[in-house]
């Protein structure tokens, strides 16, 4: 069974950091880019922060360049999301997709996880 469970989402005040994990199960994650997305209430999913399988390179929104880091461990089936600097706007459920080929489009991605919540106060 393909299984991609997020974790590490939570409440913090503005300014502060949370890692957040994508752990994977069920298909060969070494293949496989990750890519990490956020939908906040009344909004359109949107991408974040990506990475191939690789790791040679890795893409950002720029809304969060330079605030967010996008790392992966293949011995572990995970690929994390440090996000430091935190702000009101980056409150939104934040979800991992997995696909061949990196992309910054929702489409395409073969797997998805159920997401967590990230809520930053002011």
């Known amino acids: 069974e393909v299984q991609l469970v997020e974790s590490g989402g939570g409440l913090v005040q503005a300014g502060g950091s949370l890692r957040l994990s994508c752990a994977a199960s069920?298909?060969?994650?070494?293949?496989?880019?990750i890519g990490w997305f956020r939908q906040a209430p009344g909004r359109e999913r949107e991408f974040v922060a990506g990475?191939?399988?690789?790791?040679?390179?890795?893409y950002y929104a720029d809304s969060v360049k330079g605030r967010f880091t996008i790392s992966r461990d293949n011995a572990k089936n995970t690929v994390y999301l440090q996000m430091n600097s935190l702000k009101p706007e980056d409150t939104a459920v934040y979800f991992c997709?997995?696909?061949?080929?990196?992309?910054?489009?929702?489409?395409?991605?073969?797997?998805w996880g159920q997401g967590t919540q990230v809520t930053v106060s002011s």
């Open positions: 069920g298909f060969s994650f070494e293949d496989y880019a």
């Open positions: 990475i191939p399988w690789s790791a040679v390179n890795t």
């Open positions: 997709a997995a696909r061949r080929r990196m992309s910054d489009s929702l489409d395409g991605y073969d797997y």
